[in-house]
């Protein structure tokens, strides 16, 4: 298949940047798609060009590294999938490509489709971990916990922390992300204790990262590679709404 | 050089708790003035970062992704092993410790195993206080898998997403001490060399991979937790940035490099497509439960899945349930491996390239319907189907073994330490206790174990007596250090060659998997070693490194991690020729039985080879660790 690939390129964080052009031939059906971007890379260090840089690192759709929107979607035209998971089978042959980073305020630019997501590490810096020290836990079996709270949890903890949500949101809130987190310890006992302080906590340092407001527009939910449902944002709110009227942080 | 591998003296069961006893202790007031550099952040790292932090010491953290959450412990499927015996079948810590000695061949230390079997339990109560969200039954407690051919149920569980949801725990763990400001998280950052000052470990060189910034970090101690170096194969399950470049560098600094040739090669991978491949998948082991693993009885070249449903009965050889029949599908991962192998060298592969094995649920599938079959792997059926495009309810899956894990790595002692002073080396990046075989689902109890329970008891032993002074970053021992890796740098920009860096790491990975991968012999072995040794050389003269260091330069960072791998190949060749006998994942084809299985040699190798590193071109000292065994009795591995 040969396809032809306009593709953000930008020297650093202080650079216009501009989307470049490149044909890329010869491509099989069952190449990923990072592949193909690999041969052209190859391709452009034999010429001496600086190869497009993206991150990824598992390629199975677990590290939340990669990120790109491919076509106007954050990755891909597939649902329920990350970059890294994307197969050329996907794309018919001669189609045209259009590659871009994550565009949102807080996620700057680095390099070309690299950008800097530490924002959403400071969010989970802010409350995201029920305060526990190393030793001295009860044991695992002291608390049952009912299956169908344990798999809700579960459905929330499966976010890779990508930010594709972020970078499909019209506001660029990271609302699903922090919501995630939220949600699986607010239904868990473990969470219990700490559980006025760290919506609110979590919610501020979203807003003083830059990041928008939710308008439940449900955008990030479709793009969201592992599913997260908006149910957990919805939980969220419900969750700061109480710490709001009993908040022992006014 | 002797090795002194500090295991304490005592019977099993007490040495450990006794060794707490008798180590020192660093006053609570006095823990704030020690700063310990922590390199990783999977599950060894960050949990090492915030166990260390919560205690009170300083901790510098490191990761070369954009955030710790990313390392690659994330990917494990699978599950965690302890021997919490939830299940009432007769689990123990005793048979945890056992198991593991004996799918490890008898040649890991009987003491670090046994302790490794006797904190699982723990690590279990400490991700669930986390929140980590385990399977459960229906009762609320939680649900256990039998794994990897155990035959006890102790695996414990997070869908088919196990290794996230730990790595998550121990990263919110980390979290929280990154918020209060006792560990200095420091991502987009690779470390490039050890420093070392009157002998001991003082310090690391890093690059930020952002700038290209070289600078100086100083410390009381290093921890290196910087995972395997499965991608000196090219293809692996690894992630694309693992790499050995911390542990390599720390070696030729003076640490000893244990049993570099114990490579773990597993089963259940999603074969190679063709040359664009840049890495492969893993399909979980407990595919292996219901799953029933097949080739033709006689050839037919070219057999796709779709006419392979169409095969009757009597013309399939379910190789694996015939040879072993009391283990079956759920032998040990070498032997599934290597079996695996065997039908394909005969011939009998499947698929296009003749490199794959079927994996078939159709029996599952009648027994227990296909709902059930969805809510047990519904995730890894689809995760096949996008990347091989067939339908795995419908057809049987093909696979084939791939690079998985490395058992070898630095040499510790009983405190996890090498024989540097001050520097220590958890999770997998160690050698410590998985043998020449690693069970499934015990690197990341591993991992967890060295972070939690077992470092931040050990390394106040050493640190209380080193006392507070650090070494200062404008030292010689820094300055020398960091102009080091600036000359390699500038070396690898200038040489302006032919070739890229992917194009030599291919190369070098195809003769690894040919000549050192599933079966190695004499031969084989010398070949690769000359092989290496011109891929070296080829790479120095006509590698192409485009761009400059002061910015973000991915081809600059994978070439400084191929040129690593390019000599630890070497090493690992060396240290496959000096093993003549077959152990675990290592199987030199001349050392065999006669129904070809893996052939020990106790008397000869019940040892731990310890490389010493001797200067540029020379050929490294093998130290040897003597493994006694003092409470299992030495057998053959037999799985039939
Ligand atoms: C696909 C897959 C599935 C697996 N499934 C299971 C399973 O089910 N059960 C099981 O028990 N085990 C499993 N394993 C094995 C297990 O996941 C790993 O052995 C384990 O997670 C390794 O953890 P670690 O902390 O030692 O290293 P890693 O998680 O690899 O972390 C390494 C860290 O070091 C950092 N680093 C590396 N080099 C440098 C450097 N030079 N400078 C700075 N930082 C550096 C990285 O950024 C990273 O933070 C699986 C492995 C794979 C590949
Ligand atoms: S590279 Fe890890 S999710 Fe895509």
């Known amino acids: 298949m040969n396809h032809k690939l306009n593709i953000w390129r930008q020297k650093n964080a202080n650079d216009k940047g501009k989307f470049y052009t490149y044909e890329v031939s010869g491509v099989s059906p069952d190449q990923s798609f990072l592949e193909m971007i690999d041969e052209l890379n190859d391709d452009l260090t034999r010429k001496g060009e600086d190869p497009v840089h993206f991150d990824h690192d598992c390629r199975e759709g677990i590290c939340g590294a990669c990120s790109m929107v491919i076509n106007g979607h ?90 594709a949500c972020v970078a499909t949101c019209k506001n660029a809130s990271a609302m699903l992300f922090t919501a995630a987190k939220i949600s699986q310890l607010a239904v868990l006992p473990q969470g219990n204790a700490e559980r006025a302080n760290r919506a609110e906590k979590m919610i501020a340092v979203m807003e003083e990262e830059g990041f928008g407001g939710c308008t439940n527009t449900g955008a990030c939910e479709v793009e969201c590679p592992k599913g997260i449902s908006l149910e957990h944002i919805a939980r969220a709110h419900r969750e700061y709404m109480s710490a709001k009227f009993s908040s022992h942080n006014v | 050089m002797a090795l002194d591998s500090k295991v304490p003296e005592g019977p099993l069961a007490e040495k450990w708790t006794k060794h707490k006893f008798n180590s020192k202790l660093v006053n609570p007031a006095n823990k704030r003035k020690y700063d310990i550099i922590v390199v990783g952040t999977g599950l060894g790292g960050a949990s090492a970062a915030a166990s260390l932090a919560e205690l009170g010491y300083n901790v510098k953290n490191f990761c070369y992704q954009d955030s710790p959450r990313r390392a690659h412990s994330i990917a494990a499927q699978g599950g965690i092993n302890a021997a919490k015996n939830y299940q009432n079948d007769g689990d ?36 669930v206080a986390q929140g980590v ?76 991979l952002i700038t290209g910034k070289i600078e100086s970090h100083s410390a009381n101690a290093v921890v290196l937790a910087t995972g395997g170096y499965g991608n000196v194969f090219f293809l692996s399950t690894n992630a694309m940035g693992s790499n050995t470049t911390a542990a390599w560098r720390a070696h030729k600094k003076g640490a000893n490099f244990a049993n570099p040739s114990f490579t773990q090669i ?25 799953g029933r693993i097949w080739v033709p009885k006689k050839a037919i070249p070219g057999l796709t899945a779709a006419d392979a449903v169409k095969l009757p009965e009597n013309e399939r050889d379910y190789y694996l349930e015939r040879r072993y029949p009391s283990f079956g599908n759920l032998v040990p991962r070498d032997v599934a491996s290597r079996n695996a192998k065997m039908v394909c060298d005969e011939g009998r592969g499947v698929g296009s390239t003749g490199q794959a094995v079927f994996l078939d649920f159709s029996d599952a599938i009648n027994r227990l319907g296909k709902d059930a079959i969805v809510e047990k792997y519904g995730n890894l059926f689809d995760m096949y189907q996008q990347i091989q495009g067939d339908n795995p309810y419908e057809v049987p899956m093909m696979i084939y073994p791939a690079v998985h894990y490395t058992m070898g790595g630095l040499w510790v002692d009983y405190n996890l330490m090498t024989n540097i002073p001050g520097l220590y080396a958890i999770g997998e990046c160690n050698f410590s206790d998985h043998g020449a075989n690693r069970l499934g689902a015990s690197a990341l109890m591993q991992g967890l174990a060295d972070g939690y329970f077992v470092l931040p008891y050990t390394i106040g032993d050493y640190l209380a007596d080193a006392g507070y002074e650090k070494a200062s970053t404008d030292s010689a021992a820094f300055k020398n250090a960091e102009k080091v890796v600036k000359e390699r740098i500038d070396k690898l920009l200038s040489i302006n060659g032919t070739k890229t860096v992917d194009d030599f790491h291919k190369e070098l990975g195809k003769v690894m998997w040919n000549n050192v991968g599933m079966a190695r012999t004499e031969a084989s072995l010398k070949e690769a070693k000359e092989q290496i040794k011109a891929i070296r050389e080829a790479f120095w003269k006509d590698v192409k490194v485009v761009g400059t260091n002061e910015e973000m330069n991915l081809s600059l960072e994978k070439a400084n991690r191929v040129a690593d791998f390019l000599e630890l190949a070497e090493l690992m060749v060396d240290d496959a020729q000096n093993r003549k006998e077959s152990c675990g994942g290592h199987f030199r084809e001349e050392s065999q039985t006669e129904e070809g299985e893996a052939l020990r040699i106790d008397d000869a190798y019940s040892y731990v080879a310890a490389w010493q590193y001797n200067g540029e071109g020379k050929e490294e000292t093998l130290n040897k660790e003597e493994l006694v065994f003092e409470n299992v009795k030495l057998t053959q591995r037999s799985y039939k």
């Not at chain 1, 590490?121 to 001295?136: E, F, K, L, P």
């Open chain 1, 74 to 163: 954050a990755h891909g035209p597939k649902g329920l999938i990350t970059t890294c998971q994307l197969h050329m089978r996907s794309f018919s042959d001669g189609e045209e490509i259009t590659i871009e980073p994550w565009r949102a305020k807080p996620f700057p630019v680095i390099k070309d489709l690299v950008v800097d997501r530490t924002p959403m590490d400071r969010i989970i810096q802010a409350g995201g971990y029920v305060s526990v020290n190393t030793g001295g836990t009860p044991d695992a079996n002291a608390i049952p916990i009912a299956k169908h709270l344990a798999d809700t949890a579960m459905d929330a903890a499966q976010c890779i922390g990508c930010g």
């Open chain 2, 92 to 127: 123990s810590v005793y048979r945890l410790f056992y198991d593991t000695i004996k799918g490890g061949d008898y040649r890991s230390r009987e003491a670090n195993v046994y302790r490794l079997a006797e904190v699982s339990n723990e690590i279990i109560d400490q991700c």
């Open chain 2, 133 to 208: 969200p385990f399977a459960r039954e229906y009762g609320g407690l939680l649900d256990n898998r039998s794994f990897g051919g155990a035959q006890v149920s102790r695996t414990f569980y997070a869908r088919g997403q196990t290794g996230q949801q730990l790595l998550l725990g121990a990263y919110s763990a980390l979290s929280r001490q990154i918020g209060k400001g006792k560990v200095e998280l420091h991502d987009r950052t690779e470390m490039l060399d050890l420093v070392m000052t009157d002998g001991k470990a003082s310090g690391i060189i890093t690059r930020n």
């Open chain 2, 266 to 290: 597993h089963p259940t991978c999603i074969p190679v497509s063709g040359e664009h491949q840049s890495k492969l998948t893993l399909m979980s082991e407990s595919l292996r439960n219901d």
